[in-house]
């Protein structure tokens, strides 16, 4: 007959705690600040890089549809097939694009093809003269992705025959954009000349962060400077 061994019980053991004094509070309060600000970094918003069209430097003429000026394709979307680069005066900043459609209502406009999808962009015009506008009449930008209408733009021009409007747009990517001058029901002019100048677009390849995630990065490295600072003198 084998006798039984018995286990010992386990023992309790009780440590007390280390004491926190302000310094070391301080220290594990910078230590996580640090990883907070460089996770924040990590995930905050970024601006996309712009790129501006003001058609500086491009000769005064008739271009074909789909000709490329800073990386976008213009277009004519009424009957005639051209776009013409001209100095407009008061309509435009130096030179500027126009669309003409000597065509029906409904059909003019300018079509910009971008070679990657964008984020947001910008259109200054000109040309509202009030000689050939009624009040109400609008500006108008669609924005498209392949072909879906991402979304619609309208400004009421203030038909001053000056270029001192700019419609914009930002949020869903897009890939092509319409731009064109309608009466106060939408509908597109007919005979009508659009002049766009300083076409402004961001993509979305090259982030920059924003300045509030310099200011994180930069507490997060004093942090863990002061860290380290202090565990040289311990």
């Known amino acids: 007959m084998r006798q039984a061994t018995g286990r ?15 310094a070391g509070v301080t220290m594990f309060i910078l230590r996580n600040c640090a990883a ?4 924040a970094l990590a995930l905050s918003p970024v601006h996309a890089a712009s790129t501006t069209v003001d058609f500086t430097g491009v000769p005064t003429g008739f271009y074909a549809n789909g000709v490329s000026f800073g990386g976008i394709a213009f277009s004519n979307t ?4 051209t776009v013409y680069v001209n100095d407009y005066g008061a309509s435009s900043i ?7 459609d000597p065509g029906t209502p409904g059909r003019g406009g300018v079509l910009m ?8 962009m910008s259109v200054l015009f000109g ?27 309208t400004l ?4 001053d025959d000056v270029a001192n409007q700019t419609i914009k ?47 994180l990065m930069a507490i997060g490295l004093l942090s863990i400077g002061v860290t380290a600072q202090r565990r040289r003198r311990d």
Do not use: K, W
Not at 113 to 120: E, L, M, T, V
Not at 129 to 149: C, H, K, M, R, S
Not at 186 to 202: A, W
């Open 8 to 22: 010992a019980s386990p023992s309790l053991s009780i440590h007390a705690l280390p004491a926190y004094t302000p």
């Open 36 to 39: 907070a600000a460089l996770c």
């Open 78 to 81: 009424g009957a005639s097939s």
């Open 94 to 100: 130096g030179q500027a694009l126009e669309s003409y």
């Open 113 to 120: 093809a971008f070679a990657a999808p964008q984020r947001s």
């Open 127 to 153: 040309n509202d003269d009030p000689a050939y506008t009624n009040p109400g009449a609008i500006a108008v930008l669609q924005l498209g992705l392949g072909e879906a209408v991402v979304a619609t733009v």
């Open 156 to 159: 009421q021009m203030n038909r």
């Open 169 to 215: 747009y930002s949020g869903a990517a897009f890939d092509s954009a319409l731009f064109y001058m309608a009466d106060e029901y939408g509908q597109s002019l007919p005979r009508f000349s659009e002049v766009i100048d300083n076409v402004t677009y961001s993509d979305v390849t090259t982030p920059v962060p924003e300045p509030a995630s310099y200011a």
